[in-house]
């Protein structure tokens, strides 16, 4: 059952399934929308330089306890670049693995890139081939 929230004499549904599928929250307040953006940025950021992973978690802390939506961002967003850091160790114990080992950066970098926009929409996303640690 969808709870309505309102806003200036409009009924707003709280979420709601949108046609390809993906869970949409239309009153998430833009800070926490920003900030979940943000999460998806910095892991992006941190596949591309190697260095700026850690903004992510930081952020993804200092909301998850003000909004459900930037916990849900922060966690998916983490747990990605947990999983591509090592899908990308694992794939260099091999010999073909060696030369393949820069798609999981390049995935993480696309797909952060994507996620981030998505987040701006206020739609929840999930990243393929994560596993769930956080």
């Known amino acids: 059952m969808i709870t309505p929230v309102t806003h200036e004499d409009q009924q707003v549904p709280f979420r709601q399934v949108l046609p390809h599928g993906r869970l949409h929250e239309p009153g998430v307040p833009e800070a926490d929308v920003r900030l979940a953006s943000l999460c998806h940025v910095f892991i992006a950021l941190g596949g591309a330089s ?3 992973f850690i903004v992510a978690p930081i952020l993804w ?3 998850r306890s ?3 939506f930037v916990d849900d961002h922060g966690r998916e967003a983490c747990n990605f670049a947990i999983s591509m850091t090592l899908w990308s160790m694992l794939l260099m114990l091999s010999v073909v693995g060696i030369v393949l080992a820069w798609i999981p950066w390049v995935l993480m970098i696309v797909l952060s890139i994507r996620s981030a926009v998505i987040a701006t929409n206020r739609e929840y996303v ?3 081939m994560t ?3 956080l």
């Open 66 to 68: 003000r909004s459900a």
């Open 126 to 128: 999930r990243y393929p």
């Open 50 to 52: 190697g260095v700026l």
């Open 61 to 63: 802390l200092s909301g």
């Open 131 to 133: 596993l769930r640690f």
